[in-house]
């Protein structure tokens, strides 16, 4: 993969007018918005890619996997009503867009990639190096990090077919977990919040549509 390593006024020009649309689809958390705004996404894919890589698109990352689309990622990060220093868990690095988003967001994340190939051109991706505050992980998301638990938040990047019980189980008291969920084409976005009697407050949003939440990892 080569990356392109230069951020030129037309991609920032680029990057403004993809939030700008974002803001009317109705993104309105400003810590969201400034965030893509910092955030160069053509970086994260291929040269081939420099053309289009604001445009509010999914696109392959390799594997058979995608980068969402900025929307979803938006979204997503808007959903998690998140503030800074939260520690939350990623599942699902694919790209790492979604984990620099959030760690300009001001949280420390902690994240986690199935297939090691991803995980590995993470390693060798030098623009990751400038955020000390995520911390990459190889291994299977249905698991977690247990070691690491508890969290304030919980994301889920790919489509779940059901809601991960170690899961909700490393989330804290008062913690949200944001997840599309479905086995279908087409997921159903939740966000859980863990109340202080233990029961689980569940909340559902639009629809969207991700890769498969796999089980085990991938050599
Ligand atoms: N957050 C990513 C989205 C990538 S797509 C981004 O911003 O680019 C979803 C990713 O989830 C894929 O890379 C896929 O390999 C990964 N994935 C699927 N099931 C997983 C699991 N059980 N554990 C960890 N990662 C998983």
Same mark, same amino acid.
């Given at each position: 993969?080569? $990356?392109?390593?230069?951020?030129? %006024?037309?991609? #920032?020009?680029? $990057?403004?007018?993809?939030? !700008?649309?974002?803001? =009317?689809? *109705?993104?309105?958390?400003?810590r969201?918005?400034?965030?893509?705004l910092?955030?160069?996404?053509?970086?994260?894919?291929?040269?081939? &890619?420099?053309?289009?890589? %604001?445009?509010?698109?999914?696109?392959?990352?390799?594997? *058979? #996997?995608?980068?969402?689309?900025?929307?979803?990622?938006?979204?997503?990060?808007?959903?998690l009503?998140?503030?800074?220093?939260?520690?939350?868990?990623?599942? /699902?690095?694919?790209?790492?867009?979604?984990?620099?988003?959030?760690?300009?967001?001001?949280?420390?994340?902690?994240?986690?990639?199935? #297939?090691? =190939?991803?995980?590995?051109?993470?390693?060798?991706?030098?623009?990751?190096?400038? %955020?000390?505050?995520?911390?990459?992980?190889y *291994?299977? /998301?249905y698991?977690?990090?247990?070691?690491?638990?508890p &969290?304030d938040?919980?994301?889920?990047?790919?489509?779940?077919?059901?809601i991960?019980?170690?899961?909700?189980?490393?989330?804290?008291? /008062?913690?949200?977990?944001?997840?599309?969920?479905? @086995?279908?084409?087409? !997921?159903?976005?939740?966000?859980l919040?863990?109340?202080?009697?233990?029961?689980?407050k569940? @909340?559902? &949003?639009? $629809?969207?549509? &991700?890769?498969?939440?796999?089980?085990? =990892?991938?050599?």
């Amino acid at each position: 993969m080569s $990356r392109p390593t230069e951020d030129t %006024y037309r991609h #920032q020009g680029l $990057r403004r007018k993809l939030v !700008q649309a974002l803001h =009317k689809k *109705g993104i309105s958390d400003d810590r969201v918005l400034d965030a893509l705004l910092e955030v160069p996404r053509h970086f994260f894919l291929d040269s081939a &890619f420099d053309e289009v890589a %604001y445009e509010d698109r999914a696109f392959p990352i390799g594997e *058979g #996997q995608t980068i969402s689309q900025p929307y979803t990622v938006a979204y997503q990060s808007q959903l998690l009503e998140a503030s800074p220093e939260m520690r939350i868990l990623e599942v /699902g690095t694919g790209s790492a867009y979604q984990a620099v988003v959030l760690a300009e967001m001001g949280l420390e994340v902690f994240t986690i990639e199935r #297939q090691k =190939k991803l995980y590995d051109a993470n390693q060798e991706f030098n623009f990751l190096k400038r %955020y000390n505050t995520i911390h990459f992980n190889y *291994g299977d /998301g249905y698991e977690g990090l247990p070691e690491l638990a508890p &969290f304030d938040r919980v994301l889920i990047t790919a489509a779940a077919p059901f809601i991960p019980p170690s899961l909700v189980a490393q989330l804290k008291t /008062g913690g949200m977990m944001v997840l599309p969920v479905g @086995e279908g084409d087409v !997921q159903e976005m939740m966000r859980l919040t863990k109340m202080e009697d233990g029961s689980i407050k569940e @909340e559902v &949003f639009d $629809r969207f549509s &991700f890769v498969p939440m796999v089980k085990g =990892k991938n050599e």
